[in-house]
């Protein structure tokens, strides 16, 4: 009884393989006949495959990032809390326009001990004017009589030492008060703050305004009104965008074909457009844990349409070879393996497994699947496929 069950299963185990080893050998070298109309509607094209030169292309998966050196980060120059937000991500900036408020304690106190300082040096500059014009008033009038041989010479000297003395203290209160002026103004510019509310009003005005240093686009708002916010920390992340880095991950097979100047072409993901540059940097180490190369482009973007973030492909131009090719519009792929259909006779179409070396965006090394002079489906093999797949869900 066992022999028989050991018998059994070794059967069906040939006859599993057997079926396995007929649906490979059909699934990589399928015979397809069509009728006259069937090609009509498939629109079939074909054309002999032949050497030819083609520009070798590496496909880098990328994204555009902005450029580190342009890249600003701006952060809170004091502690408080915030009152304005003027701006909101992806605004474009320009230099000199305020981005945000921030109330502070400190400015106040600062702004207060000022006022203090003014307010008792402007009081001793009143106090000096009326004192110097007294002086001067009793000068002219001791002139008038020394000139009238009135009063002695001696009173005449007295009255003039003494408006000549008034009048250096308050040349020295009036240098003193600016001075005073300086130094605060220095004080408070190193928070981006001002005196000159200040000045005019003889108020504190505790605001600081932050203001772009120059033009570009902001990336990131870190910040709200309302919030409370210590020295240091980052607000805002500005960028001139003007020119973007296209970053691209490169594998490892091909990191021996990228050098710097090399030319790039990306595609952007979300529409039809390209942009070109050439390559400004090549990682000399592979990252270690995905094992890709980076590598990076200058890429002009003047009217700003290139976002940071957004994805692209990067086709990197490495030379020249002469090889068999094939359109890759005539290679398809189903399931592990690509393949293409070679006219072998009028209305028969052999579908032929093509292992597939360098490429570009147009055209694809044969290395083995293919003879040169064949007659190769450069138009219409997807319908082929469609027309394969139909007659398997047949049988």
């Not at 580190?68 to 701006?74: A, G």
């Not at 040349?171 to 005019?200: F, M």
Request: glycine residues 4%; proline residues 3%; aromatic residues 8%.
């Amino acid at each position: 009884m066992k022999i028989l069950k050991l018998f059994i299963i070794l059967s069906l185990m040939f006859v599993f393989a057997g079926c396995s080893l007929k649906k490979e050998t059909s699934a990589v070298n399928k015979l397809l006949t069509l009728t006259e109309a069937q090609e009509k509607n498939a629109k079939i094209e074909t054309s002999p495959l032949s050497e030819m030169d083609i520009e070798l292309q590496i496909t880098i998966p990328a994204q555009f990032k902005a450029r580190n050196q342009s890249i600003e980060r701006i952060y809170s120059p004091i502690d408080g809390k915030i009152t304005e937000v003027y701006v909101e991500p992806g605004a474009e900036l320009k230099k000199d326009q305020p981005i945000v408020q921030i109330k502070s304690d400190e400015i106040s106190q600062i702004q207060l001990e000022f006022l203090e300082k003014i307010l008792e040096i402007d009081a001793n500059i009143n106090e000096m004017k009326a004192q110097f014009d007294l002086s001067k008033q009793a000068f002219n009038r001791e002139k008038t009589l020394f000139n009238e041989k009135i009063s002695s010479r001696s009173e005449y000297e007295i009255a003039n030492a003494q408006m000549r003395k008034d009048s250096a203290n308050l040349n020295a209160l009036y240098t003193k008060r600016s001075a005073l002026i300086q130094v605060y103004k220095q004080r408070l510019a190193v928070y981006g703050a001002s005196l000159d509310i200040v000045l005019k009003t003889k108020q504190i005005y505790p605001y600081v305004t932050l203001k772009s240093s120059k033009n570009g686009i902001l990336l990131e708002r870190k910040v709200n009104p309302g919030e409370i916010v210590e020295k240091n920390r980052e607000l805002f992340n500005l960028a001139d965008l003007s020119t973007i880095w296209l970053v691209g991950y490169a594998f490892e097979k091909d990191s021996s074909n990228l050098y710097k100047g090399e030319a790039v072409t990306g595609t952007l993901e979300e529409n039809s457009g390209t942009v070109n540059g050439v390559l400004s940097y090549v990682s000399p180490i592979l990252d270690n844990t995905t094992k890709t190369l980076e590598v990076r482009a200058d890429i002009p973007n003047k009217d700003f349409k290139i976002k940071p973030n957004m994805y692209a492909e990067m086709f990197v131009n490495t030379g020249i070879i002469n090889v068999l090719a094939i359109p890759n519009d005539a290679v398809e792929k189903y399931g592990d393996y690509n393949f293409a259909y070679v006219k072998v006779k009028p209305h028969t179409y052999e579908e032929r497994k093509v292992v597939i070396g360098k490429k570009n965006d147009t055209y694809s090394q044969v290395i083995s699947g293919i003879k040169a002079g064949e007659q190769v489906v450069v138009k219409g093999s997807f319908e082929l496929l469609g027309e394969s797949i139909k007659k398997q869900e047949l049988y």
